[in-house]
């Protein structure tokens, strides 16, 4: 009788996994979109990385990705392709690129040519190394046996749209470079592999490489990124007739800049609309860097760390970090929002890095004009995609539009997903710097000053909670709703000292949310339950005494996630702390308090107004709320 059961059982595992429904996931906790168990697997064969997708002449959506039996690097790991017509609802077409009982074969990107021929390039172990050399500790003896990031760079080619691969495969000659000479082959093994997307410009085809100077702490121990440049890929009938070269000239790739660190990886490219390359990658000094060529990637402006239009840098661990050109000549940028010095000057930088990829915030890019020609002007980011736990790892996205919708890919290593982005975000964050408008939707308490005694009491807002009993579970265990808050509330204290009560909805137990200054001279939210007690504030440095100030205190029931918008700042810790986001606990189930709400109950100096919403605003909304205040 149990193996009759258990029969059953995988029967219908397999019609799920048929019908692309994963059976683990199908729960109310995923009606945000942003949640990534929302989004439509990519089948796989086990581990799966790098999908990454281009739309070919009958319609379909091309992905190829690395996969395999075992985990990353492993033996077995190969190419495969996989075509939906549907936006990746379904998927079908299933390809070996490479077999599963060869040699390594891994890290593919695609390119489309003008005449519909498709591109796939990709690391392939050719000559089947088995073990390489390395650092000792921490690799036993010196000794590297994972050998998926050296052999050689080379392409096969789809006139079918992806239905079928070229049986030859082509090599792409790189040339030397220093980082090659220094490694501990002197070039004789060279070590690299590519995530970035290949793209097309005046005829001529790019496809980045990152570079490897050898394998020890936190594995790659240097990194510098380069262009493969052919002008006749697209023309010659026999693709071992392409001419290739390797850029930028000179003897070094593209590095960080002058005194940073030796991990310089993931180079990820934009063509303006100038001509001009714009490149963005990822180092271990706490932030990204970027830099710009004029002359189609033999130069390269000195890279940079990179800035928000506002000028304050970005943080970003050891991760991928993505920028798109869209269809609209506007730009998007993936990344994880957290780092700056706490991880530059951490001494375990190398490995700690690769951590808290979860959430991927996204910033929209606007062209302007520099100093040299275009460049593009960032905006503070949005939350894009979770999971809830947040060790999880999300990365190696791909971002494809398909009439008038955006889609993203991501992976976790487990598994990939195609996730359909809410067009209104990414309008809010385009129309970011010129937002001056408060937004309605969503206000339940509104409060202005008319006099200066306080406190001053009112009715307290009601608010939806964030965890309850799911009545379909039969043990009776808890789901998310997804729900969230915003207050806003704009005041002057004439010192900011611990203790100054501004907002307060607690009842006699202490449950409820407060607002209040603490010793740090930031503004504090509280929420608890009565069971459970979470507790955030802004980032340090923030708030002057005797100044007007209009803060957004976004409470997102989706991610967990508390975030602070200061003066039309959001708060990323600055140079305190490596987050300026915070989590609240997944498990605090209302902040439902006191009927009545408290303002000012213990303040020196004036709170000017209050407005609660029930929905968490987004970021672009708060800096909205915040111009409008200024008008």
Avoid at 35 to 42: H, L
Avoid at 470 to 479: I, L, N, R, T, V
Wanted: with cysteine; glycine share 10%.
């Amino acid at each position: 009788m149990l193996m009759e059961c258990k029969r059953y059982f995988l029967s219908g595992l397999m019609i799920l996994m048929l019908l692309n429904i994963h059976p683990f996931s199908i729960s109310a906790q995923t009606k945000d979109w942003r949640n990534i168990k929302a989004g439509m697997v990519i089948p796989d064969e086990s581990y799966s990385d790098q999908p990454y997708i281009v739309k070919t002449g009958d319609g379909a959506w091309l992905c190829v990705m690395t996969t395999g039996s075992g985990h990353e690097g492993q033996s077995g790991q190969h190419i495969i392709s996989l075509r939906s017509f549907d936006q990746g609802k379904t998927w079908g077409d299933k390809r070996d690129v490479e077999p599963g009982n060869g040699v390594e074969a891994s890290y593919a990107v695609l390119l489309k040519s003008p005449s519909g021929r498709i591109f796939v390039f990709y690391n392939h172990n050719t000559d089947n190394l088995r073990e390489i050399k390395g650092d000792d500790p921490p690799f036993k003896n010196g000794i590297v046996r994972r050998v998926d990031s050296q052999g050689y760079f080379v392409f096969k080619y789809s006139d079918d749209y992806g239905k079928s691969w070229s049986k030859k495969r082509y090599t792409i000659p790189v040339r030397e470079f220093g980082i090659d000479r220094k490694n501990v082959y002197k070039a004789k093994i060279r070590f690299f592999w590519n995530v970035g997307k290949a793209f097309c410009y005046q005829g001529a085809a790019y496809v980045p490489l990152t570079k490897v100077g050898g394998f020890g702490d936190g594995f790659f121990t240097s990194n510098e990124g380069v262009l493969l440049k052919s002008d006749n890929l697209f023309e010659v009938k026999d693709p071992s007739k392409a001419n290739w070269e390797t850029l930028p000239d000179g003897d070094t790739g593209l590095r960080t800049p002058p005194g940073g660190g030796p991990v310089a990886a993931e180079q990820s490219y934009s063509v303006l609309s100038d001509g001009s390359f714009y490149c963005v990658y990822r180092t271990i000094d706490g932030s990204p860097v970027y830099t710009y060529s004029r002359d189609r990637g033999y130069t390269w402006e000195v890279p940079q760390y990179l800035r928000y239009a506002n000028g304050r840098l970005v943080k970003h661990p050891r991760a991928a970090n993505f920028a798109w050109k869209c269809e609209n000549g506007k730009y998007l940028y993936w990344f994880h929002n957290h780092g700056g010095r706490f991880i530059k000057e951490n001494p375990d930088r190398r490995g700690m890095a690769y951590s808290d990829r979860n959430p991927v915030w996204i910033s929209g890019g606007i062209e302007a004009d520099g100093e040299n020609g275009r460049i593009i002007e960032w905006t503070q980011p949005e939350i894009l995609l979770y999971d809830d736990d947040p060790v999880v790892r999300m990365s190696y996205p791909d971002l494809v539009e398909d009439h008038g919708n955006y889609y993203v890919t991501e992976t976790q290593k487990d598994e990939a997903r195609v996730h359909q982005i809410d067009n209104k975000l990414l309008e809010g964050i385009w129309n970011q710097f010129g937002n001056r408008e408060q937004v309605q939707d969503g206000i339940v308490t509104t409060w202005k000053n008319s006099e200066h005694a306080f406190p001053q009491t009112i009715q307290a807002p009601s608010l939806s909670g964030f965890y309850k009993v799911d009545p379909s579970k039969a043990d009776m265990g808890g789901m998310h709703l997804r729900n969230g808050f915003t207050i806003d509330i704009c005041f002057n204290l004439a010192n900011i000292e611990e203790g100054q009560v501004l907002l307060d909805a607690r009842d006699s137990t202490g449950k409820g949310w407060l607002v209040s200054t603490t010793a740090d001279a930031t503004i504090q939210l509280s929420l608890c339950d009565g069971r459970t007690r979470s507790v955030w504030d802004c980032d340090k440095n923030m708030l002057q005494p005797g100044n007007d100030h209009y803060v957004s205190i976004i409470v997102d029931g989706g991610p967990q996630i508390i975030a602070f918008v200061v003066d039309g700042i959001l708060n990323d810790g600055g140079d305190t702390r490596q987050f300026g986001w915070g989590r609240f606990s997944p498990y605090l189930q209302s902040v439902s308090g006191s009927k009545e709400l408290v303002i000012g109950k213990k303040i020196n100096g004036n709170i000017k107004s209050v407005t609660i919403y029930n929905r968490a605003l987004t970021i672009s909304e708060a800096i909205g709320n915040y111009n409008s205040f200024l008008k």
